[in-house]
């Protein structure tokens, strides 16, 4: 049973790094799609980052630039930098894996941004 569990969260300040991980367990081939979304408070989720099945990394407008995403395929973990952080980038951060029609979440982890 494929599993995610994300580490990391917690109290950032604007203008600070952070580092976000997600660990997978479970055995799964052919992955299409593993990165990142997020839902701020009082908002829908939406994407931050992810690799599709040819490595092709995608990034929310609002994440280019500041946010990265990087694996490690030996340790099945996906991070996600988050340099100069904002008060809007406050949220709970989920991992999430889609293949075919089956899609994967993680828990998700708090990220919130002081001023």
């Known amino acids: 049973q494929v599993q995610l569990v994300e580490s990391g969260g917690g109290l950032v300040q604007a203008g600070g790094s952070h580092r976000l991980s997600c660990t997978r367990s479970?055995?799964?081939?052919?992955?299409?799609?593993m990165g990142w979304y997020r839902q701020p408070p009082g908002k829908q989720r939406e994407l931050v980052a992810q690799f599709d099945l040819d490595g092709t990394i995608e990034y929310a407008e609002s994440v280019k630039g500041r946010f990265t995403i990087s694996r490690d395929n030996a340790k099945n973990t996906v991070y996600l930098q988050m340099n100069s952080l904002k008060r809007e980038d406050t949220a709970v951060y989920h991992c999430a894996l889609h293949r075919g029609s089956r899609e994967y979440w993680g828990q998700g982890t708090q990220v919130t941004v002081s001023s």
């Open positions: 479970g055995l799964i081939f052919d992955i299409d799609r």
